[in-house]
């Protein structure tokens, strides 16, 4: 892959400003004209009160356009964030719709409904956000196993933040703090971290003047993108077939603190509100 200009200022900078101009838009487009009536976008959030869901489907497309427009971002690195994050999102926001009167939570309740018959809304989310993580750790990483690896960070990384989504601006906070180290990065990790740091700064002051919430599709197609940002940063991604040691052991061990986050899903989210 071909870094060329990616890892520039200019591009992380410009990368950040669309993301956030374009999650504003779709935000202002959405509250103006909410698709099924402006009933069907609202929730009640943990103190009762009546918020929005609208900030969820415009930071996934907000950042999904930014990546997919990102300067000097090689074409597969555009596709497997686009992939990403519009797949996380639009099972996201399925589950937001359809799952809106399911009690159930966590991957355990989920496949014991799925074991039973019961195809969930969590389930389709659960597994939709696996595949897709998989297909984008395909187009970023070459040998089996990185792409194996890839695609655990991608689809870990949207759960994670999904996890702190249980307080006005934890998820969206989260995000921002994640993605600021990624801006330190050279080459392609660089712009794809700026991109959904944009996005969460357009909609965290809305978020926590609970306005509105990001939901299961804001907050899966924020960490998505903090995947592959994350992916890009462990070495360098189809560069002739070569992963070096280093880069292939850091993401082993991103994937691995995904997977204990995610096996420890409960008491994160406690502790996020706890906060």
Known sequence: M?????????ARSAALLVAAGATRAVYGVLRRRPPGGAARWERKNYAGRTVTLHAGPAAALGVALAAAGAPGLPARARGAAAL????????GAYDDIAGAGDPRRGFRAHLTALRHGEVTSGAVKLFGIGAAGL?????????PA?????????????????????????AAGAALALAAPGLLRRGPAGPLSAVPMGAAAAVVADDLRERTMLGDAGAHALGAALGVAAVAGWGSARSGGVESGAGRAGLAAHAAALVAAAAAGDRISRLAGAL
């Open 135 to 143: 297909a984008a750790g395909a187009l970023l990483k070459d040998r």
């Open 146 to 170: 990185d792409k194996l690896l890839a695609g655990v960070v991608i689809a870990g990384s949207a759960h994670l933040v999904n996890l702190l989504d249980v307080r006005p601006g934890r």
């Open 84 to 91: 990403a994050v519009l797949a996380a999102g639009g099972c």
């Open 2 to 10: 071909t870094v060329g200009a990616a890892g520039g200022t200019p």
